[in-house]
Structure formats: structure tokens, C-alpha cells
């Protein structure tokens, strides 16, 4: 009977241990396993709106995200909206319990958007450019016929 209480006291030991292991063990960005963000568009005019998702993986783990210098963290504290950075305004954060965390933007000047991951991983070093291109008016077409503004030369 003693030997069988020294088994399982020490099976019940071995088990505690990877137990608390894997409970303490950081988890690192999923950029090199898996797509972890989507961009609906790569370029858009002033007015129109776009999204940027990331996954719940990234959102909760990767730390060096950045949209136009402002950590993910940042911008999850932000409660009044719209909220400026950069050439365009956030006019929501969509915060699921499961799946994509998703950011909606409306491009408010032209101008371009930074989407960058600066982790340590070689993978992880991803950068994308949104371009934001003016709107065109009908007013530009008689402009331009007249010599006027700037398509002046």
C-alpha cells in the first residue's frame, strides 16, 4: 500500500509541474505559423472605408504590432470615436470573443498608412503601406482643361 501512495504522490508531482510549466510558458506571435491580419484594401480614396483584422493570437501576443506608430494596446484603451491617426479616423474596434478583432477606418486626407510588425523573428518583420489617394471632383476635369490648379505646368 505505501508503494502505491508513493506512485501516485509522485505521478501527482511530475503532472503539477507540467501543469504550472505550461501555464507559465509565454506564448510568441503566431506570424510565422498562420495569416494573422488582413487588409480589406491597399488603397483607397478619402472618404471610403477600410478594415484592418488581427487575430485573437496576434492581438493578445504580438506587442510590436504598430498602425502608424500606435501600439495595438493603444489603440484598445480608446473608448470616444472617431479617433485620428494619421490620414484617417478609427470608427470602430470590433472585439469578438472569438475569431478576428477587427478596425474599421475612414480615410479623412490623402496621404498613406503604416501597418508594421517590428517582432525579433525574421518572419515577423512584415510592412504594408495603405495608400490613401484624393477624391476626385468634377470640378478637376475643368481645371485641368482651363490650365488651372494643379495640373498647371
Known amino acids: 500500500m505505501k508503494k502505491i501512495f508513493a506512485?501516485?504522490?509522485?505521478?501527482?508531482?511530475?503532472?503539477?509541474?507540467?501543469?504550472?510549466?505550461?501555464?507559465?510558458?509565454q506564448t510568441t506571435c503566431p506570424c510565422?505559423?498562420?495569416?494573422?491580419?488582413?487588409i480589406s484594401r491597399d488603397s483607397v480614396h478619402v472618404g471610403e472605408t477600410f478594415t484592418i483584422?488581427?487575430?485573437?493570437?496576434?492581438?493578445?501576443?504580438?506587442?510590436?504590432?504598430?498602425?502608424e506608430g500606435e501600439s495595438i494596446e493603444d489603440l484598445e484603451g480608446i473608448t470616444e470615436f472617431?479617433?485620428?491617426i494619421g490620414p484617417?479616423?478609427?470608427?470602430?474596434?470590433?472585439?469578438?470573443?472569438?475569431?478576428?478583432?477587427?478596425l474599421t477606418f475612414r480615410a479623412v486626407s490623402p496621404g498613406t498608412l503604416a501597418f508594421t510588425n517590428y517582432d525579433t523573428h525574421k518572419p515577423c518583420k512584415d510592412n504594408e503601406t495603405i495608400t490613401i489617394l484624393p477624391k476626385?471632383?468634377?470640378?478637376?476635369?475643368?481645371?485641368?482643361?482651363?490650365?488651372?490648379?494643379?495640373?498647371?505646368k
Not at 510565422?32 to 488582413?38: G, L, P, V
Open 32 to 38: 510565422d505559423t498562420m495569416e494573422y491580419y488582413k
Open 7 to 25: 506512485i501516485l504522490t509522485s505521478l501527482l508531482f511530475v503532472v503539477s509541474i507540467f501543469g504550472v510549466a505550461q501555464t507559465m510558458a
Open 82 to 84: 472617431p479617433y485620428r
Open 88 to 102: 484617417v479616423d478609427i470608427i470602430g474596434i470590433s472585439i469578438p470573443y472569438e475569431g478576428w478583432n477587427t
Open 136 to 152: 476626385s471632383l468634377p470640378i478637376d476635369w475643368i481645371m485641368k482643361k482651363l490650365g488651372l490648379g494643379k495640373y498647371k
Open 53 to 67: 483584422s488581427l487575430s485573437k493570437e496576434a492581438w493578445e501576443h504580438c506587442t510590436n504590432i504598430e498602425i
